[in-house]
């Protein structure tokens, strides 16, 4: 049974319930079914120091237990069943899954699409939440992708079926051998929520996964609004910019909205884009992606 905070955890939809209208993220059902361990999350007492985000950390105590976990550790965190959740979905009112499914779904009828037609490929999948919201919408065939072997370990552990394949490999230097199953699997839609940038998936990672996308296809990701500035120095900005210019995607959805918050209480404010991807990646724009 899951620890009583987590069990208490549906009544704390505040911000997110407004942002998300009446749909119900399907986290807050799922977490009820995950036996987590977890007896309390304790935010860090900072008195005026504000870490990045990819610094950000928090207590765990399990049987009385405390220990400290960082956020962008995330092998530590999913081999916790309901941390993942508990922390940032309940604690720090992540709602980037819904946001993006249900951005992606609208659109979608808009061009008369269903997302039960759709073969999607879910890089930087974790523990299946973006997939679950995805399936909650339809989606039959899906494939998650992720550089942490915890990520599937979890999928496979609170998930199970969710996805009909799971790999966990670098797409920056992604094995022949992998690379062809991939292309094997058609994709037309590639998800990719809450894991590009701070070092998780680099620009080339993305690039290489919207490579794996047949034409026409559908991207669906989101983004921190600063990594989209003129002054972003970890080359997602510039990405979208070249794919846009030379029409290797079109833009049809762009929205600003609070991701979560921060330990401090601050938002932290990400971009969901919904685009089309019109005809295949240049092998000049693949090769010139910086590492970031």
């Known amino acids: 049974m899951p620890a009583p905070q987590f069990a208490g955890l549906k009544k704390e ?20 079914e995950i036996d987590c361990p977890v007896d309390e999350i304790r ?25 400290r976990v960082r956020f962008h550790n995330y092998a530590d ?10 922390l940032f979905y309940g604690k720090l009112k992540c709602c980037s899954p819904s946001q993006v499914a249900r951005l992606l779904e609208d659109v979608m ?10 073969c999607v490929l879910d890089l ?53 051998h992998e690379e062809e199953l991939l292309r094997a699997k058609k994709f ?6 809450a894991a590009l940038g701070f070092g998780d998936i680099p620009a080339k990672a993305f690039a290489k996964a919207v490579d794996l996308i047949e034409t026409p296809g559908w991207l669906a990701f989101n983004i921190k609004e600063s990594f989209l500035s003129e002054h972003d120095d970890s ?11 030379r029409e290797v995607i079109q833009i ?24 089309r991807k019109l005809r295949d990646m240049p092998d000049d724009v693949l090769a010139d992606v910086g590492e970031a």
């Open 13 to 32: 939809r505040g911000e997110n319930m407004a942002l998300l209208g009446d749909e119900t993220p399907r986290w807050h059902s799922r977490l009820e």
């Open 188 to 193: 037309d839609c590639l998800s990719c929520v």
């Open 77 to 86: 965190l999913y081999k916790i069943p309901g941390l993942y959740e508990g």
């Open 124 to 176: 930087g999948a974790g523990n299946g939440m973006v997939g679950d919201e995805l399936a909650a919408r339809g989606v039959r065939q899906m494939v998650g992708i992720d550089i942490v072997q915890e990520a599937r370990e979890a999928a496979d552990r609170d998930r199970p079926g969710l996805y009909e394949d799971y790999l966990v490999t670098d797409l920056t230097n992604i094995p022949e």
């Open 109 to 118: 009828a808009d061009f008369g699409c269903e997302a039960s037609d759709l």
């Open 252 to 275: 049809q959805a762009y929205r600003r909205y609070r991701h979560r918050i921060s330990v401090t209480g601050q938002p932290l404010h990400y971009v969901a884009v919904i685009a």
């Open 235 to 245: 080359g997602f900005a510039r990405l979208i910019r070249e794919l846009s210019r």
């Open 43 to 67: 935010m860090p007492k900072l008195d005026g120091y504000c870490p990045t985000q990819d610094r950000e950390w928090c207590e765990v105590v399990i049987d009385g237990q405390p220990r």
